[in-house]
C-alpha cells in the first residue's frame, strides 16, 4: 500500500473481516469452557466465578469489538497483533476451569497479553487520547488477577472481584475519567458493530448444539433421548430467532443516532445487555445438557431452575434493549420470561423433556404473536 493511499484508508470498518471472525472462533471457546465449570460446580458458588469470569473476559471482549470497529485489521501487521490477543484469550480458555483454585496465573498472563495488545493496536488510531482513560484500569485489573493466581483462599475471589470493580465500574464513579467520556472518542461504524456482535451470538448458539451432541449418552439413545436432541436444538433457534428480529431495527437506530448517543446505545446494548443474553446462554446451555443427559426423568431443581433462569434472562436483555433503543414492545419478552420461570417446577419434579417442550411452546407462541403484530405495520409501510 502507498504512502497516499494509506493516508486515505477510512478509519472505521465497513464489514466483517475473516480475521474477526477466527477471532471470535477462539473467544467462544470461553462459552464452552465456563459451561463446563458451571455444570461442575452448579450451585451460588459456581454461578458466582462463572459471573466474574465472564465479565472479566466479555469487557476485553467488546473493547476489541470497538478496536476492530474503530482500526480495521487490514494490515498484516495489525492482523499479527490481533492473532497475539487471540493467542491471550486462548490461554484463559484453557485456565478456565481452575481459575479460582490451581491455574489463575495462567488466566492471569494470558489476560496481560489481551490487554497489552488491546492497547497498543488502539495506540494507532484517533482514539488513542481516549484508549489513554482507560489504560491504567485494564492494566489494574489483570494485575489484580495475577496477584489472584498467586495466592489460595479468600483472597482470590477477592481479587477477582476487585479485578472486575477496577475495569468495569471504577472509570463510571471517578470524576474526569468517564468510561462514556473516552467512548465519545471512538467513531462507530453501526453496520460493522452490529454485524459483529451478531456473528458471534451465533458462533455462541454454535457451541451450544456442539455440546448438545457431545453430551448426547450413545448408549441410550432411544426414542425419548432423540426427542429431547430435536427439542433441545429448537431451543436455540428460537432463541436465535428472537435475537435477529432486532438487529435491523437496531443497527438503523445506531447507525442514526449522534455520536454521543450512539456510544451510550452501544455501551448500554452491546456491552451491558449483551453481556447478560451471553450469560443467560452459558446458565440455559447447563440446564438443557442435563435434559439430553436424562430426558425421561426430573432434572432437579438445579438444572430445571438454570435452564428456565437462563433463557429468561435473555429475553429480559432483548426486552431492554428494544425497551432502549425503541425498536419494538419490550412486554411480549418480559410475559414471556415471567412464564418461562414459573414453568420450573415442571423440569424440577415431574420430567425434564416436558420442561423443554413448554419452553419451546413458550417462545414459539411468542415469536408468532409478535409477528403477527408486525406484519401489518409492514404491510401499511409497502402501500
Request: charged share 10%.
Amino acid at each position: 500500500m502507498t504512502p497516499a493511499r494509506r493516508g486515505t484508508e477510512p478509519d472505521t470498518a465497513d464489514r466483517v473481516t475473516p480475521v474477526e471472525l477466527f477471532f471470535d472462533v477462539v473467544f467462544v471457546l470461553t462459552i464452552t469452557q465456563l459451561v463446563r465449570l458451571l455444570e461442575e460446580h452448579l450451585d451460588w458458588t459456581g454461578l458466582g466465578r462463572t459471573f466474574l469470569i465472564f465479565g472479566l473476559l466479555w469487557y476485553l471482549y467488546t473493547g476489541y469489538a470497538w478496536l476492530t470497529n474503530h482500526v480495521p485489521p487490514r494490515r498484516p501487521a495489525r492482523k499479527l497483533l490481533l492473532f497475539a490477543g487471540m493467542a491471550g484469550f486462548l490461554l484463559t480458555a484453557i485456565a478456565i476451569p481452575d481459575a479460582f483454585t490451581g491455574s489463575g496465573l495462567l488466566f492471569g498472563i494470558g489476560y496481560l497479553v489481551v490487554v497489552v495488545v488491546h492497547l497498543t493496536l488502539f495506540s494507532q488510531s484517533s482514539a488513542r487520547a481516549g484508549v489513554r482513560r482507560l489504560a491504567p484500569y485494564n492494566l489494574g485489573a489483570a494485575l489484580l488477577v495475577i496477584a489472584a493466581g498467586l495466592l489460595t483462599g479468600p483472597a482470590v475471589p477477592a481479587l477477582w472481584a476487585a479485578a472486575v470493580f477496577t475495569q468495569t465500574f471504577l472509570p463510571y464513579l471517578l470524576p474526569g475519567h468517564s468510561w462514556l467520556g473516552a467512548a465519545g472518542s471512538f467513531n462507530i461504524s453501526a453496520a460493522h458493530f452490529v454485524e459483529r456482535h451478531g456473528l458471534l451470538v451465533i458462533v455462541a448458539f454454535g457451541e451450544i448444539v456442539v455440546g448438545i451432541g457431545m453430551g448426547t449418552p450413545l448408549e441410550h439413545l432411544g426414542p425419548g433421548t432423540t426427542a429431547a436432541v430435536v427439542m433441545a436444538l429448537a431451543l436455540p433457534a428460537a432463541l436465535w430467532w428472537t435475537y435477529f428480529t432486532d438487529t435491523g431495527p437496531s443497527e438503523t437506530t445506531l447507525a442514526h443516532a449522534e455520536p454521543g448517543t450512539r456510544s451510550r446505545y452501544a455501551a448500554r446494548v452491546w456491552i451491558l445487555l449483551h453481556f447478560l443474553l451471553l450469560l443467560g446462554a452459558i446458565v440455559a446451555a447447563t440446564g438443557l445438557h442435563a435434559v439430553v443427559a436424562h430426558p425421561t426423568e426430573p432434572a432437579g431443581w438445579p438444572s430445571a431452575l438454570a435452564l428456565c433462569s437462563g433463557v429468561a434472562l435473555f429475553l429480559v436483555a432483548i426486552a431492554d434493549a428494544r425497551r432502549v433503543l425503541r425498536t419494538g414492545a419490550a412486554r411480549s419478552r418480559l410475559i414471556t420470561a415471567a412464564l418461562v420461570l414459573a414453568s420450573t417446577p415442571i423440569g424440577a419434579t415431574v420430567n425434564a423433556a416436558l420442561q423443554l417442550a413448554v419452553l419451546i411452546l413458550l417462545m414459539t407462541a411468542m415469536l408468532l404473536v409478535d409477528g403477527h403484530r408486525t406484519e401489518p405495520a409492514v404491510n401499511a409501510a409497502r402501500t
